[in-house]
Structure formats: structure tokens, C-alpha cells
């Protein structure tokens, strides 16, 4: 069971990482399940998520104080708004879809936005 796991853990840790680029595929919702698969198989798959230099603290902050950084949270909302105008101005023919994809953006920034921001404290 824990190699099961473990393998579900990598390729949610791919997707995850594959939807940094690519804003309609999700990555935080990837990067929660990894941590949950790793958690239950491996404690060095696990500390190696938590504390990888690219998406380490994004994981932590997210699970252990339901936020992010002020930088992470303007960063995705221009990546996701440039992706879905870009789909819906240039590549989409459907109403629907188009329509879709704007409920789905505005619904992604509700729940950025409703979630705590975590500020730089100064340094001394």
C-alpha cells in the first residue's frame, strides 16, 4: 500500500506542478493530495514536499494557516486572468465555454482572495 501511495503522490506532484503553468489545471488541490499520500507512505517523500525550494512554504502555509503570501496570491491572479482571456478571447468559439471558464476564474479569485494573507514581518 505505501508504494500505492507513493506513486499517487508523484504524479499529483507532477500535475501539480504541471498546473503552475498551465492556470485550468489545478495545483493546489494536486499539491494537498500529494502531501496526504506522502504522509501515510513516506516520511522523506513527505519532508521533501514540505521543503522543496519551489513550492515548499506555498504547501505549508496553505495547510497549516489556510494562507498565502501576498506575492502568491497576485502572481496566481494574473496567470489565471491572462490564461482564461487569452482561451476566451482568442481560442473559444462556445458561448458556454466561454462563459464557464469566466464562472470558474471568478470563483478561483473568491477563494484566493478569501484566504488569509500572510504578511513579511520586518526584520530586525
Known sequence: MKFILIVFGTIFTALGVIGIFIPLLP???FLLL????YARSSRRFHHWLFHNRLFGSYVRNYLEQSAMSLRSKILALILLWATILGAVVYFLDALWLRILLMAIAAGVTVHL???KTLRNKPSI
Open 34 to 37: 500529494a502531501a496526504a499520500c
Open 27 to 29: 495545483t493546489t488541490p
Open 113 to 115: 482572495l478569501l484566504l
